[in-house]
DNA sequence: AAGGAAAACAACCGCACAAGA
DNA sequence: GTCTTGTGCGGTTGTTTTCCT
């Protein structure tokens, strides 16, 4: 195709975005909505590309976004989903609404990528490679990591197999392969994650002004998509079989996010895998193979 | 206090893909 | 069917800030 970068342009400017860049950004945007990109450099009178423009909106401008360190609870969640995804930021973002993909791959790349080193060097240097700490060796990463995968799969087949959402087989002509013949791969079940971010996605949009509440509705919708949940009075979560995205409004996770998820209600398999950094961990490390698990569980 | 190193963060680049002409 | 355009995404780089000596 070879379509020239949209910033080559002569005049086009660079670099870091001053305040008062910002302010003419989000005051267009705020008149006219995100979207179109491409004219907002012109109408707005931004010296920017249309590229540079959505970055910085969608990056740090954007209502809702939710800035400084990262909580336990959201590394645990990045740690689990990035062992799920891979590097799929965008879809991993999906799940922490209030964190943009850009973030969260900085923050895997400094201080994740850092800590897991920091792990390797401690378990290499004491050789044993176990502590209160639970330092992981070298090779038990990955065996730990396809545990997680292993145990991710395990809860969303659980978690899917209450009722078979619809959405899963119509809203992309491509998943109905998944009762072919030929094993699925990864992309398969990659595919059932995007359809719960889509809901989560839908789920968002409908509740704009909620935004800043939203990363731990979405990690509950997360295993609810498909159903409508209800909480019984031993605060036990039952699921109960519906076509839509529970609503914020009238779903059970009104949370203030004060008491944590485990203190206000009992975890879910895959709950507790996203959150849980040692279940199903080292310890109880499973020796599957990626491709074994995936036959076994599609 | 100064200078260098490391860490953190913002922004850019290039590719891929979907939609529309 | 092909091309163009707009957008999304992941990787990478550049700049700023913080820490350490």
């Not at 020239?4 to 086009?12: E, I, N, R």
């Not at 969608?58 to 969640?77: A, H, M, V």
């Not at 792990?119 to 502590?131: C, D, H």
Request: charge should be neutral; proline fraction near 6%; charged fraction near 25%.
């Amino acid at each position: 195709m070879g379509r020239p970068p949209c910033c080559d342009k002569f005049g086009v400017k660079k670099g870091p975005w001053t305040p008062e860049e910002d302010i003419i950004l989000v005051s267009y945007i705020q008149e006219h909505g995100p979207g179109n990109w491409k004219a907002i450099p012109t109408n707005s009178g931004l010296s920017r590309c249309s590229k540079s423009c959505r970055l910085r909106w969608t990056n740090y401008l954007r209502p809702g976004i939710k800035r400084g360190s990262f909580t336990d609870q959201e590394e645990n969640l990045i740690i689990h989903l990035q062992a799920l995804l891979g590097n799929r930021w965008a879809a991993i973002a999906s799940y922490l609404p209030e964190r943009t993909d850009n973030d969260i791959k900085n923050y895997w790349n400094t201080h994740m990528k850092k800590k897991l080193r920091r792990m390797e060097n401690e378990a290499v240097e004491e050789g044993t490679g176990f502590s209160n700490y639970q330092p992981i060796a070298k090779g038990q990463w990955e065996r730990r990591l396809q545990t997680d995968i292993n145990m991710a799969k395990q809860a969303l087949q659980e978690a899917l197999s209450m009722e078979k959402p619809r959405f899963l087989y119509e809203s992309k002509p491509s998943c109905s392969s998944h009762s072919s013949s030929t094993p699925p791969s990864s992309t398969t079940y990659a595919s059932s994650t995007e359809n719960i971010s889509r809901l989560l996605e839908n789920w968002t949009r409908k509740t704009p002004k909620n935004s800043s509440k939203s990363t731990q509705h979405s990690v509950n919708n997360l295993v609810n998509v498909g159903t409508d949940s209800t909480t019984s009075s031993d605060g036990t979560i039952t699921s109960v079989p519906n076509n839509n995205m529970v609503s914020p409004e009238t779903g059970l996770f009104q949370v203030d996010s004060k008491p944590s998820l485990e203190e206000r209600f009992p975890l879910s398999l895959i709950e507790t895998w996203l959150f849980d950094e040692n279940y199903g961990g080292a310890n109880t490390v499973l020796d599957l193979s990626l491709d074994d698990a995936s036959h076994e569980l599609f």
